[in-house]
């Protein structure tokens, strides 16, 4: 059942990306401007820079609350996802009352902890604090911290994202 949607989705997902979006890749793999990412702490005020650098869409692309929460299908899905899951949405974050919809600005790493599931992101200990330690080594991938394998994962993942 499901495995085989998800394998039917991913196929109009890469038939959709080669046939019709190959000449938006061919101009964006053109740019040569360095990436810009916005890191830091909870509650340290990233949400609101990411917002504001949003905003400015001539110099900054952003992953929206679809993708991130879509990364497999976000290209092909968005239109009609959107609208399927619009009730599902609460209009604001538990956390902060901050404003929630499909189109604003999102962690990419929410995207990255669904395409690895779970296995190799930082987010994990957030949902299962009880496990904390159990995932401190995806707070960095400096020095050994993780095995490589965790973070051959999250390249991969992460890459297959920005792609």
């Not at 009352?97 to 990255?112: G, I, K, Y």
């Not at 200990?125 to 051959?152: C, I, N, W």
Request: charged share 20%; aromatic share 12%.
């Amino acid at each position: 059942g499901v495995p085989l949607l998800n394998s039917s989705l991913k196929m109009v997902e890469w038939i959709y990306m080669t046939c019709w979006l190959k000449p938006i890749f061919e101009k964006v793999s053109q740019d040569d401007q360095p990436p810009l990412f916005v890191l830091g702490h909870p509650r340290t005020g990233t949400t609101l820079l990411h917002s504001l650098l949003a905003q400015d869409t001539e110099r900054f692309t952003t992953c929206s609350t679809f993708c991130a929460g879509f990364p497999h299908y976000f290209l092909s899905l968005e239109q009609i996802g959107k609208r399927l899951f619009a009730g599902m949405l609460s209009p604001t974050r538990p956390m902060d009352n901050m404003q929630l919809h499909f189109d604003l600005p999102q962690e990419d790493e929410l995207a990255t902890c669904l395409m690895t599931g779970g296995r190799s992101s930082p987010y994990m200990s957030l949902y299962f604090m009880r496990d904390e330690q159990d995932y401190r080594p995806f707070q960095t991938f400096r020095d050994g911290a993780s095995p490589a394998h965790h973070v051959t994962r999250w390249t991969g993942a992460f890459e297959s994202l920005c792609q």
